[in-house]
């Protein structure tokens, strides 16, 4: 066989797990990773354009590329939409995913061998707030911030404590598991105290702060505010930074381009215009929905007996939820036969796990915006809970609960809170005409 024959034989494997990956999952499993979600129809099509061959290095309007003016355009005004519905004029759009844009606001606010102050991972810190990660990768020392198992949240006291007592250059509030705000107000007084900078990472709740049933960390004393642009903000994966403090939104600028990103991966630009103007339309419907659902999928899985965390604190005032299954075998069994029931969730260390069980943590994490997305209520949570008890605690062959799974998933096939369920009115239909 010559080359081309060896070739088409690959490109029928990579056509071919495309394909079944796709259906697999995009049609015929319950996704609850509470990192992901779904884009519309109307921003898929903003996504797939020229703008994804094209490079922009640079700020707008500044670039060292000729041809980007429709994009120089562009960014400004996505940038504009976002910062208005943030209460913000600082928006920086370029970083290409969260972790990127924690490394350009780390870079700039400290130095290698400097500290910061954040939680540890066991209480939800993502791993670019670690030394494992970014924070390590710049030489960053970190203070770990005191968590309070029993509040589900960083320990204020103890915390602010910490900071006056290490000066840190830096506090990061936010994580990747938690259900309940952090305290912005208090920790940015004590880090402002020690002539430090408080940084909010909203990746995971960037759309619940722009659907406003969550605290928005600027209004609460924040210096700036990174995010993921596709996890409850349902937009094409990417990052960006809104600032209340002018220098740092200067400086950071200065280090995105060029330390951290040369081509900021342009396509996202148009799609995040469009996911923002969808939010702006139906944000608040949203992220109250999704909410509501989280708190309903916690009752549920309690009720069918299920170890939910933070029973006597209401649960969850975010779009996650999180279940101790120590004593059903553990979040890297559950997780595994979840998943052959279709339901997509992932293992999580829990406060009280020690680090070194992050392979075989205690708990479960779940999502429930990308569901929400698809049009899931109050009744589709109760559903799953039951799906889930079936898997986990009656012991139910798990391909039979999939048929299950399937036929409730079948019945949830558009993006909703999106111009996608706008078709039928004539302008939007032109509009879409015209990409
Ligand atoms: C997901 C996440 C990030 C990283 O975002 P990417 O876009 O995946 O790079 C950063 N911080 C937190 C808290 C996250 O959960």
Redesign the pocket.
Known sequence: MGPIGQALDLLEKVIRLTNEGNYWRASTTLNLIA?ENVMSKTALKAYLSDFMFRYAEGKPFKRYYQGTKYLDELEVFTAKIIGDMLGTNMVELRPI????A?AAVFRVLAAPGEKAAIAPVQAGA?V?HTKFGTLGALGIIQVPLPYDDENMNVDVDKAVKVVEKEKPKFVVL???VYLFPHPVEELADAIHSVGGKLVY?A??VLGLIMGGVWRNPLEKGADAMTA?TH?TFPGP?G?LIAFTDEKLFKDVGKTVFPWFVSNHHLHRIPATAVTALEMMEYGREYAKAIVENARKLAESLAEEGFDVVGENLGYTRSHQVLVDVRRLGGGAKCAALLESAGIIVNKNLLPWDPPEAVKDPSGLRIGVQEVTRLGMGKSEMKEIATLMRKVLIDGKEPSKVYEEVKELRSQFKTVKYSFDEVRAHEKITTLLDLL
Request: hydrophobic share 10%.
């Open positions: 990192s995913s969260g972790t990127i924690n993502h670019s936010g994580g990747s990472d990746a995971h993921s996890k994966q990052g």
